[in-house]
């Protein structure tokens, strides 16, 4: 009953930068963690960053200082912005949320993902 649909991705030079949406929606109650994962050609998928509900955060080391997670819970949205991009951070960026909803509980959703493209 839960739909994660992530925005932003796109083409970026080296150096640039690119802000990440991720919007739920459905009968929610209440969201806990909230986290950024990607994947690159070849590589296994990886946490970029999460946040939970009382606003603490944890990034990967590789983009520590660089990108900035955060959330707006009255939207029920998570963003990603991601500043200095490198080409290693070309991969499809995929959200992530525990919802509750009116119908289960807490249960792991995942959007379809987007596109990341830093390239010159």
């Known amino acids: 009953q839960v739909q994660l649909v992530e925005s932003g991705g796109g083409l970026v030079q080296p150096g640039g930068s690119l802000r990440l949406s991720c919007a739920a929606s459905?009968?929610?109650?209440?969201?806990?963690?909230m986290g950024w994962y990607r994947q690159a050609p070849g590589k296994q998928r990886e946490l970029v960053a999460i946040i939970r509900n009382n606003g603490n955060t944890n990034y990967a080391d590789s983009v520590k200082g660089r990108f900035t997670i955060s959330r707006d819970d009255a939207k029920n949205t998570e963003y990603l912005q991601m500043n200095s991009l490198k080409p290693e951070d070309t991969a499809v960026y995929y959200c992530?949320?525990?919802?509750?909803?009116?119908?289960?509980?807490?249960?792991?959703?995942w959007g379809e993902g987007t596109l990341v493209t830093v390239s010159s």
């Open positions: 992530n949320a525990n919802i509750r909803t009116m119908v289960e509980g807490y249960m792991n959703y």
């Open positions: 459905g009968s929610i109650l209440s969201i806990g963690v």
